[in-house]
């Protein structure tokens, strides 16, 4: 079973806004990855927090990760139309495996 | 630079059909190998890894199997689909550092319609 949960599950926001989504998984974690897919597409891999850190940036992207609550979240300043898309945490484990949430559709009207 | 293909990019199958998907990865050596299904709005179902030749680890009892003839080719099959077996089909490639910091390059996908 898919051991993250997201949400919300859609968000919709108009351009310019900052847009907040969550994650939540269930076992320790060595690191915790945030992807993007667009309709149809791959994933490609944003960004990357491992599990001693608390805070990560990447251009307008900010990730947070709070090991004590099992939690991340995943924001995006001053969005744009081409950020419409799925966004994904993935959770990694001891081991090569990772667990993928459900999903955030976000959609960026302009 | 490191490029992952797969084809087909879109297969309409009748039930009872046999499947062959192929992933080929380019640039590395020695990668792990992974597939996975996406269900529509979904997320991704991790179904099988491979961290060698002829290694294969299956995640989840299906209709599926996977091989790994080549060093960066991965193939998911099925002898008999079924309707359930539709979905978007991901394969995906990893640097095995053995270290915390394994991020995964995802091919553009192959969209599967059991018929």
């Known amino acids: 079973s898919q051991q993250g949960e997201e949400d919300p599950q859609a968000l919709s926001i108009q351009e310019g806004e900052n847009a907040t989504m969550n994650c939540s998984y269930k076992t320790s974690i060595n690191n915790l990855q945030w992807y993007r897919q667009n309709s149809g597409r791959g994933l490609v891999h944003l960004i990357l927090i491992r599990s001693n850190e608390r805070e990560k940036h990447s251009g307008r992207l900010r990730v947070t990760l709070d090991t004590s609550k099992k939690s991340s979240s995943l924001l995006i300043t001053a969005s744009r139309a081409a950020d419409t898309a799925s966004y994904f945490c993935?959770?990694?484990?001891?081991?090569?495996?990772?667990?993928f949430g459900g999903g955030t559709r976000v959609l960026v009207k302009p | 630079s490191q490029t992952i293909h797969q084809w087909p990019a879109t297969l309409v199958q009748p039930v009872g059909s046999p499947l062959s998907l192929e992933c080929t990865v380019e640039g590395t050596s020695n990668p792990n190998l992974y597939w996975y299904r996406q269900a529509a709005g979904r997320g991704l179902q991790l179904l099988f890894y491979?961290?060698?030749?002829?290694?294969i680890s299956s995640e989840v009892p299906q209709n599926l199997s996977a091989s790994r003839p080549q060093d960066r080719q991965f193939i998911l099959s099925s002898k008999k689909l079924l309707l359930s077996d539709s979905g978007f089909y991901l394969c995906a490639w990893s640097v095995p550092t053995g270290g915390a910091g394994e991020t995964q390059y995802f091919g553009p996908g192959t969209r599967l319609l059991v018929l």
């Open positions: 993935a959770s990694r484990a001891a081991g090569n495996k990772l667990t």
């Open positions: 491979s961290v060698g030749i002829g290694q």
